[in-house]
């Protein structure tokens, strides 16, 4: 998409262009390219992490007065394409964009002080404890209780698909610590230090044989009271207001474009693949527009609640459409699926051909969860249906 940028984000857009070239390494592009999961793997992430917090970027979607730059819709939109095209890994969310806005938003002084640096830094690595069997998208439902005594609550349950638990140091967590009154009332937000005794986490491998999800166990776990964020019982307005965040995220366009750029210069699309490719890129491109949009309105102080979440379903929509079409590009080349990870390792196998064709296996399985997770496309209807039109 083209804008008719004024001179000062004309320079702002150069500066970005400038801080890439020399911030962003051939290790974390090689990174950030030979992956088949959502994100790079931690060395390479944080890397990149590390560079955008010394230069006071990372966390640029956050209000100047919790530590983020103070941008504007325009140049958030600048930075994400410029990011996105030049190949920068994708940092994982749990931190900067879901607990973190917790944090400024509900956390106490003590909190915000004892965490918000610690994210920024990468010394924290988060993971998100809300799904658990039998309790995913009716969320409510959840059973992990949090028994208080004394200074302490004392854990007990199990959560499910937990994105990188195996590397996090903290996970935040919905747990019941009443269950006398109607379900989401006796709900609260707990943080949580996976090294305490008690917590057990255990892999998830995916289709694809990625390790990105994980169960984690939690036995008699002491969690400080001073790690319970907002009020008990407060639980499920936070998780509402965190989950906005994360099912109404922007900046799924740029990467789909860019990845759709990378697939059609890999192979010569012909006919109806060729057909099939510029459906994706008009549907990508408007997408684009309507996130601009969304990112716009928020600014002006208008959250539009349905658009927004109509953004995370459209572009799973456009992702598993991409996906398929590479499958369907490069044919039998598609077929690989090594089993060792990570990809970008100096001991891992070679692919065959360009990692479009090694990982479009491996990919196309990946993208399948698109649909279900941060809310299934069902569940994203549903609240469109009865915010937007009232049904």
């Known amino acids: 998409?083209?804008?008719?940028?004024?001179?000062?984000?004309?320079?702002?857009?150069?500066?970005?262009?400038?801080?890439?070239?020399?911030?962003?390494?051939?290790?974390?592009?090689?990174?950030?390219?030979?992956?088949?999961?959502?994100?790079?793997?931690?060395?390479?992430?944080?890397?990149?992490?590390?560079?955008?917090?010394?230069?006071?970027?990372?966390?640029?979607?956050?209000?100047?007065?919790?530590?983020?730059?103070?941008?504007?819709?325009?140049?958030?939109?600048?930075?994400?394409?410029?990011?996105?095209?030049?190949?920068?890994?994708?940092?994982?969310?749990?931190?900067?964009?879901?607990?973190?806005?917790?944090?400024?938003?509900?956390?106490?002084?003590?909190?915000?002080?004892?965490?918000?640096?610690?994210?920024?830094?990468?010394?924290?690595?988060?993971?998100?404890?809300?799904?658990?069997?039998?309790?995913?998208?009716?969320?409510?439902?959840?059973?992990?209780?949090?028994?208080?005594?004394?200074d302490d609550y004392v854990v007990s349950g199990q959560k499910i698909w937990t994105t990188q638990a195996q590397f996090a140091n903290w996970m935040f967590a919905l747990v019941r610590t009443d269950a006398t009154v109607k379900a989401q009332r006796g709900i609260s937000f707990l943080l949580i230090d996976m090294a305490s005794p008690g917590v057990t986490v255990r892999p998830i491998l995916s289709a694809s044989g990625d390790h990105e999800l994980n169960e984690v166990f939690l036995e008699d776990v002491r969690v400080p009271v001073a790690n319970l964020v907002g009020e008990e019982g407060q639980g499920w307005t936070i998780a509402k207001f965190l989950l906005e965040n994360e099912r109404g995220g922007t900046g799924y366009a740029p990467q789909l474009l860019a990845d759709l750029d990378r697939l059609t210069r890999a192979t010569t699309l012909t006919g109806e693949l060729a057909d099939r490719a510029v459906r994706l890129r008009l549907e990508a491109e408007a997408l684009e527009m309507t996130e601009l949009r969304t990112l716009l309105e928020i600014e002006q102080g208008n959250p539009p609640h349905a658009r927004s979440l109509a953004v995370k379903l459209i572009a799973s929509e456009v992702r598993q459409g991409i996906e398929g079409l590479a499958i369907d590009a490069f044919g039998m080349a598609s077929l690989q699926l090594p089993a060792e990870r990570p990809f970008h390792a100096a001991d891992?196998?070679?692919?065959?051909?360009?990692?479009?064709?090694?990982?479009?296996?491996a990919r196309y399985l990946n993208a399948r969860a698109w649909s279900i997770f941060g809310g299934t496309s069902e569940i994203q209807l549903t609240i469109i249906a009865k915010a937007a039109v009232g049904l």
């Open 348 to 361: 891992a196998p070679a692919l065959v051909g360009p990692p479009e064709a090694g990982l479009a296996a």
């Open 1 to 150: 998409m083209d804008l008719s940028l004024s001179p000062e984000q004309q320079a702002f857009r150069t500066e970005v262009r400038s801080f890439l070239q020399d911030a962003l390494t051939p290790a974390m592009r090689q990174g950030a390219t030979l992956t088949s999961g959502v994100f790079a793997e931690p060395d390479v992430y944080l890397a990149w992490q590390a560079a955008l917090n010394a230069k006071g970027w990372l966390v640029y979607f956050w209000p100047k007065t919790a530590g983020g730059p103070g941008w504007d819709a325009v140049r958030r939109w600048i930075f994400e394409t410029e990011c996105t095209a030049a190949g920068a890994p994708i940092l994982p969310g749990m931190g900067l964009k879901l607990v973190g806005p917790v944090l400024y938003t509900y956390g106490s002084d003590e909190q915000q002080e004892r965490f918000l640096p610690a994210l920024r830094s990468g010394e924290h690595i988060w993971a998100q404890g809300f799904s658990e069997p039998g309790s995913g998208s009716d969320l409510a439902s959840l059973r992990t209780r949090a028994v208080r005594e004394g």
